[in-house]
């Protein structure tokens, strides 16, 4: 069955934590991609990635970091530095040369 | 920079009846247009994709349009039903630099299909 896993659905931190965000696909997609999404908002590119061991930064990067040390996984750590890291976050990928993304389910990270 | 706008914001219609979303982009040099559907809590569903070569696509129900030389495209939904309900994001495919494309997102409108 093949698709993209976001683990865990809700995430809940305390202020000053640092939190991974899990992304996998069984697609065998080259790029993947974090999103994050604001109530109202549209989607936001935080990072991507279109080959493993290279990854640029989005629009909203500040406060982000992430790893792409095999082709099937994207984690993505939230660190201290965000300043309102409270959000849903979305995880998709796409194969190469194609023109859509697929999206996983997303993980609600509320920070308390 | 690239900027998405989607009107109206929310609508709430009875079933049965015909409705259109609309979404307009400032820059034209656009790679591809998508239209998402995202229920509650939920990830991002792809409906349908439209090439900047293309002027419109059809799936079942809904069939979407693309002007982009004014910049606009808009998902017509035939025969809406209580199912229908949810947010629908439109986003455009644009060149970002370093040989790098870049989805850029409306806010979406929020749909309600009354029973």
């Known amino acids: 069955d093949g698709g993209i896993t976001q683990s865990p659905k809700y995430l809940f931190r305390k202020e000053g934590q640092n939190v991974t965000l899990s992304c996998e696909q069984n697609?065998?997609?080259?790029?993947m991609y974090w999103y994050r999404q604001d109530p109202g908002q549209g989607l936001r590119l935080i990072y991507y990635?279109?080959?493993?061991?290279?990854?640029q930064k989005g629009d909203i990067a500040e406060g982000y970091s992430v790893s792409r040390e095999k082709k099937e996984s994207f984690p993505l750590t939230v660190t201290s530095a965000q300043k309102n890291p409270t959000a849903f976050y979305l995880c998709a990928s796409r194969p190469l040369g194609g023109n859509e993304q697929f999206f996983g389910p997303g993980t609600r990270l509320t920070v308390l | 920079k690239q900027e998405v706008t989607q009107i109206p914001a929310a609508l709430s219609v009875p079933e049965g009846e015909n409705l259109v979303l609309n979404c307009s982009f400032t820059d034209s040099a656009i790679y591809n247009l998508q239209w998402f559907r995202q229920d509650p809590g939920k990830g991002l569903t792809s409906l349908l994709l439209i090439q900047s070569s293309q002027r419109e696509q059809t799936s079942g129900r809904l069939n979407a349009s693309l002007d982009k030389s004014s910049g606009r495209s808009t998902l017509y939904i035939a025969a809406s039903q209580p199912g229908d309900s949810a947010t629908y994001l439109c986003a455009v495919k644009g060149y970002s630099g370093a040989g790098s494309y870049q989805l850029t997102f409306g806010k979406g409108t929020k749909l309600s299909v009354i029973p």
């Open positions: 990635s279109q080959i493993v061991n290279d990854f």
């Open positions: 697609l065998n997609h080259d790029a």
